[in-house]
């Protein structure tokens, strides 16, 4: 077997170089192609969204993978999807005035097991520039956290100082609902002057306590541990406990642990004058460390986190027509296309969407708007669009036209049907191809009429007729005597001359 030699490796090798410069293009298309994409789940429907006569259209969409599959994305609140959204009809782009995610679900961070731990030092009695001890302004900070609180949450509030250190933080229970944790703040004991800052070992228990739950629940939970103090290590005076951590050697064991508890985070926050608080010591045994100065600072810190936003795998929305009714949409086939901007910064779009009207009439409503939609449409700053001449003039003009074709059909129509009934008043033209042999001219003078028979006069002729006196005598006349036949009677006689 003949063996490659060097110069015939470097050309192959630079080969595959190009190769993989010339692909990157379609890596980074198919990059992009991972986006979601937005199907419509149902028909276009066109919606009467009374008092205003301008019609509207809802649209409802899934958001799905570049595969087809259910795609969960993380949405914005309805107050504000609408300004994401985007309907394009041609070269009009259109925003909704009304959207709201369909089969949302609130999306859930992680559970957390958090012990707090509060100095209760006699300094913590020492008053702030609003009035508030450092003391009262801790409490109010811890009470701002649980306007956080999620379900599945654990959090054990302690205080310490320089005695019974372990007997307090020891005995703290880990309480799983808000009202809980409340009673526990509400039942943090008063600072007293005597009271010294074992500092080290609240966070060398603190740490042993939460690493025993960690034991009980591996790595279902978030463990965090919180120390606020105002001042620095202040151990071995008369009455504290006896091994208390202090010096540099109790520092090194409170850093050593928390480098052995990494999965814990450390939190210290110092609150008061920064002249008192040992920042130096409290930056090298935590993982996170802030200073407070006041009470607003401190509240600001313990301020939840907005809740993470819902995830939903479908959305609904509703526009107005471009057109200002449905005359306009008569005959008329939409093709509209949906866009929107999804707080990671993505777009996701449609393909065409089609809606069609009749050929022949206006196209009828399909749906009314929900009270929703109607109070946002009723809301949004371009519900009420201004009347224009054209807005005014226009049921004027229709109410003029309908008018004049009532008047014609009224008063002109007759006389072109019933002309007779009209002479006198109204004599029609003759018309040229007519010759004057061919017309009828109108009688000079009324037709005398026959003397109607007695007993069949009208009312004056009879009262000016002699009338019959009771002697007079009624003559018979036969059939055959008088002087009108029937017409079978004759008949009968011409086939007897037969």
């Known amino acids: 077997m003949r063996l490659l030699g060097r110069p015939h490796f470097e050309r192959s090798r630079g080969w595959r170089v190009l190769l993989g410069l010339a692909l990157l293009p379609l890596c980074a298309s198919g990059g992009t192609a991972q986006e979601g994409r937005l199907i419509p789940t149902d028909k276009v429907s066109m919606l009467n969204c009374d008092p205003f006569t301008v019609p509207c259209f809802r649209v409802r969409l899934k958001v799905t993978d570049p595969l087809g599959g259910p ?54 009695n020492k008053p702030l520039e609003s009035g508030e001890t450092r003391f009262q302004a801790a409490k109010a900070a811890l009470e701002e956290y649980l306007q956080g609180f999620q379900e599945g949450d654990r959090v054990a509030i302690a205080a310490f100082q320089s005695r019974h250190v372990q007997e307090g933080i020891d005995s703290a229970k880990f309480a799983t609902s808000r009202e809980e944790v409340q009673r526990q703040i509400e039942a943090l004991p008063a600072p007293e002057r005597q009271n010294n800052t074992a500092l080290y070992s609240a966070f060398d228990l603190g740490l042993d306590k939460l690493e025993g739950m960690v034991q009980g629940n591996p790595g279902s939970s978030e463990y965090q541990l919180y120390v606020l103090t105002d001042g620095e290590n202040d151990v071995g005076n008369r009455g504290d406990d006896p091994g208390l951590l202090a010096g540099d050697d109790g520092l090194k064991t409170v850093e050593s642990k928390v480098h052995a508890y990494s999965h814990i985070q450390v939190n210290a926050i110092g609150f008061g004058d920064t002249r008192e608080v040992d920042e130096a010591a409290l930056k090298e045994i935590t993982n996170r460390y802030n200073m407070f100065t006041d009470a607003a600072g401190l509240k600001q810190f313990f301020r939840p986190l907005k809740p993470p936003p819902p995830v ?60 929703a939609e109607g109070s946002a449409l009723l809301n949004s700053t371009a519900a009420v669009a201004p009347l224009g001449w054209p807005s005014i003039l226009r049921p004027v003009g229709v109410f003029a036209l309908l008018a ?55 009312e004056r002729e009879a009262a000016q007729a002699p009338q019959r006196a009771p002697a007079d005598a009624t003559r018979v006349v036969p059939i055959n005597q008088m002087g009108t036949r029937t017409r079978l009677e004759l008949r009968r006689a011409a086939d007897d001359k037969r």
């Open 404 to 458: 004049v074709a009532i008047l014609l059909l009224w008063f002109w129509v007759p006389r072109l049907v019933w002309p007779e009934g009209y002479w006198g008043k109204f004599q029609p033209q003759p018309v040229a191809r007519w010759t004057p042999a061919t017309m009828v001219a109108p009688q000079a003078a009324p037709v005398a009429k026959r003397q109607a028979p007695p007993g069949f006069q009208k």
């Open 312 to 371: 939903s795998k479908g959305l609904q929305l509703t526009f107005k027509s471009p057109w200002s009714d449905r005359a306009w949409l008569a005959a008329r086939t939409l093709h509209l296309r949906v866009s929107m901007q999804v707080p990671a910064g993505a777009t996701l779009g449609s393909e065409d969407i089609t809606w069609s009207a009749p050929q022949m009439g206006q196209p009828l409503y399909e749906g009314k708007c929900e009270p």
């Open 71 to 124: 795609m969960a994305i993380a949405l914005p609140s309805d107050s504000e999807l609408a300004n994401t959204l985007r309907v394009t009809i041609g070269d009009q782009e259109i925003t909704p005035f009304f959207a709201a995610s369909v089969g949302q679900t609130q999306q859930r961070g992680p559970s957390r097991t958090i012990l707090f731990l509060i100095d209760i030092s006699g300094s913590m």
